[in-house]
């Protein structure tokens, strides 16, 4: 729950995958391959173990570590921004949960961006909520069509 003076906006979407949890897992947390289904993702590099973190650089926010606070293979992370350096957003984060159903995995990623000054750009708010929503949307269903699309496991 943000403090006083704080405004953040966050989507959450859930997709099924007709692949395990632990395949799902593995493809959506693989750097490697990021920008090959997140069009919101220009690079993305691992550039630690332990702690997980990633160097990312996002089209609209820039370029910033994702450092992981929890990562279960086949379950769930949740990670957050470090050293983000944007006019509009001073933090953000997010989480991603597997769940098995019907033979294939419910993938559940939820993702939060802090607005830097609320009171000036609070009126950003509904247009930055349906970029998110809209942009989550589209890579979870590319990363669905490519991995339904490969031999499955």
């Known amino acids: 729950m943000p403090g006083p003076g704080r405004r ?3 989507v959450s979407e859930t997709i099924h995958v007709e692949r395990s949890p632990d395949v799902v897992f593995d493809y959506t947390q693989d750097y490697a391959t990021r920008t090959e289904w997140d069009d919101q993702i220009a690079t993305a590099e691992v550039v630690s173990e332990d702690p ?3 160097r990312i ?7 910033f570590t994702l450092e992981y606070r929890l990562f279960r293979r086949g379950d769930r992370t949740s ?3 470090l050293d983000l350096e944007n006019a509009f957003f001073s933090g953000g984060g ?4 597997y769940e098995p159903r019907d033979g294939g995995t419910d993938w559940t990623e939820t993702n939060t961006l802090e607005l830097r ?9 509904p247009l930055v909520e ?3 929503r809209s942009g989550t949307r589209r890579a979870m269903a590319r990363a669905k069509a490519i991995m339904e699309s490969r031999p499955g496991a």
């Open 8 to 10: 953040t906006i966050t």
């Open 52 to 54: 997980r973190r990633a």
């Open 57 to 63: 650089t996002a089209r609209g926010l820039g370029t």
């Open 79 to 81: 990670a957050a921004f």
């Open 94 to 97: 997010g989480s991603w949960r």
């Open 117 to 125: 000054r609320p009171r000036l750009f609070g009126w950003l708010a």
């Open 130 to 132: 349906w970029n998110l």
